[in-house]
């Protein structure tokens, strides 16, 4: 799933649950260790127990699932573990709170939109983990490469354990299997939009009921190579690769100009709607089958069967663009120890457990066997839900650590092995020069208003193609400097030169 | 509603009234009226709970509010939260676009709901006048959401029922989304499509409070029926469009979100005369949602409100001082 459906599918179980959580239930004491099952380690430990505050629907069987958690963390680390799920639409705040008070807590989950993850390490709630990390935790230390840990690093130090899932924005296009086919579209010789060209004018022609593009806006920064270190809303990039990390204004790029006029071009040829038609209304239609394209979307591993099975249309997909790391996308979610953590040694080793250890993974992610899920085919791991799956399903592979150890729960995927993929993709991407750089916006809130609301109205017409880009480009450059674009440019030049001296 | 002739009366008692109030204290007056304070009690403490109680939060337009730091501890940073509004470039574009569209939807919000009051008040048959009522009432209950959907069918480009009309008769047809100049007339249909229904209640109810006698009176002076609406029905209403239309002023500087982000389709192309400051806060503040900045713009928008409806009443008064709100 990309990050937004994610967020999507949040806030719609954020919704559905907001204000009818039920009260988690006391979780059974910690036990005195059994010497006889545990193996060594874990008998010279000290009994401890272990929290983990997330968010969350809080499920009526978690803490059943707690106590399958605990059997295997007292073995392995002597440990009981505490599972202490927030509902989602009171999780920012209550954190707050429990810092706030100086509650004590042991490991939560925090990121750049929930929890804030900066303002956590800036206010002192969370700790550096670079001395726990390789001496408590190897197995999670080495399971990606150290330059992605960069994105985790505030300061020079990791204050967060990067959950592993699709970390890369590989942007290109989607299209209908069916029309790729007819017209004899090789998706694997396309290597950036303007080589569609002659598949589109074909449809054009040749499909009276078909609209070839769903709009013919083509621009994202991705695909050229530019990293938006401080928002996807507002143009101010670096190249990813550029050691200098020169700041600069990406609407006044030739790469910019090139994506508006290429979408003129279309939209003047007919390839797209004339009017802009809403994402939700875009989605119908091309269930429908009136689109033959789709233009800059994620195209994942196994992205194209998660498109078919959202849309009902088979598909090609292919990127045309070289991804990259961002700060943005590989800390999406992490975990992180509490400042205020009695034993933060014991809350690595669990992180180290929940990151590394498939069978404790897909128990918090999935839930008890049998009971919450079952096998369909247990060799190649894929499971569908169980009796009582209603009971604990909390969906959020993504929260609780690696999710290339999560059980399929989709044959197909399976098949592809996508996790596999995924994590070749992650590993072979080239981390961005300010891969670990994080913008603070605080200094220039009033320009980043104003610039934001410049680019939702004058960009998103000129990249839709809907207005001439020889008149429209330089008026959006000009507001854009009137709403004080330059000064955030400055502002981001300055933190990222001040950045660059603590990395 | 108080009989325009028991007016002179009701004044000399609140004078006699303060007057013995002043003599005997505010005890006094306290325990003489305590009934009545028993009486007012639940309305007056609802006020204090949901309107005045949460007044404090203005302060919040003057901090940089830090969840963690709670409301009264975030530091306080003058008039900083307002910058964004008063240095943004189209800051004249969508004050005026603010107030053009909203006087537009008073004023013709007026005319048609009274006329539309009128038409109903004359339906004789009971069935008919009900199911009028309630057809006309129906739109109030619909989103604009689904609104916005109505009007895309009627007006999109591509295959929009406007457009074919306008080419089976020969016109050529119009890119509407894409044609700012269309739009204050069409948002002002389908605001008074939505709200007309609504508003024309409140006058027909008014209407029942008519003495039917006047209109007795009239006939047998052979009065038409255009004369007892011009002499009688109009004259008796008064009172209420005031208190509605000064109301309506007071939340001039309130853009109906709804209606101005959904119908439409926060389309870029038509922000020249649709933009306002509800739709400009919303698409400013989403990148970096900023608490202290949106309470600076909603301060802004009520104290201009606060301003208007004290210099309306104000004109009222000049012009006619027993119809002034206060």
Redesign the interface.
Known sequence: MSRMTRLIALSVVVGLLAGCAAPVAAPPAAQAPKPAEADQTAAELPPVTITYTYGGTVFKDVDLVSEALSEIARKKINATIKLKPIDWGAFDEKMKLTFAAGEECDIVFTAPWINNFIQNVANGNIIPLDDLLPKYAPGLWKSMPESSWDAARVGGKIYGVLNQQIWVKPFGFYVRKDLADKYKLDVNSINKYEDLEPFLKAVKEGEPDVTPLTSAYNWMFETAGFDPIVSQEVPVAIRFDDKELKVFNAAATPEFKASVELARKWYLAGYAPKDKIPRADADAMWRAGKFAMMLASVVKPGGDIEHRQRFGQPVYAKSVTRPFLTTAAASATMNAICRTSKNPERAMMVLELLNTDVEFYNLISKGIEGRHWEWVDKEKKIIKPGPNNADYNPNTDWQFGNQFNAYYIDPEQAEQNVWEATRKLNNESPPSAALGFNFNPDPVKTELANVAAVVKELQEPLTMGMVDPETALPEYLKRLDEAGLQTIIAEAQKQLNEWAKTK | MIHLTDAPRVHQQAARLSQTGRQRGFLWSLRHNKLFLLMASPGVLLLLVFSYLPMIGIIIAFK?FR??LGIFDSPWVGF?NF??LF????LARITINTLLLNGLFIVTGLVASVGLALLLNEVRLKIAARAYQTVVFFPYFVSWVIVGYFS?ALL???NGLVNQVLQRIGLSPV?W??SPQYWPWILTLAYLWKSTGYGSVIYLAAMLGINQEYYEAAMLDGANKWQQIRYITLPHLVPVMTVLTLLAVGRIFFADFGLFYYVT?D???L?ATT?VIDT?VY??????A?IG?AAAAGLYQSVVGFVLILASNWMVKKIDPDRALF
């Open positions: 940089d969840a963690n900083k910058e964004f240095r943004s470039p189209v895309f999109n480009s591509d890119a989304y894409s389709r389309n870029s192309l922000y933009d400009y698409r400013a503040l989403r990148v970096n900023d900045m």
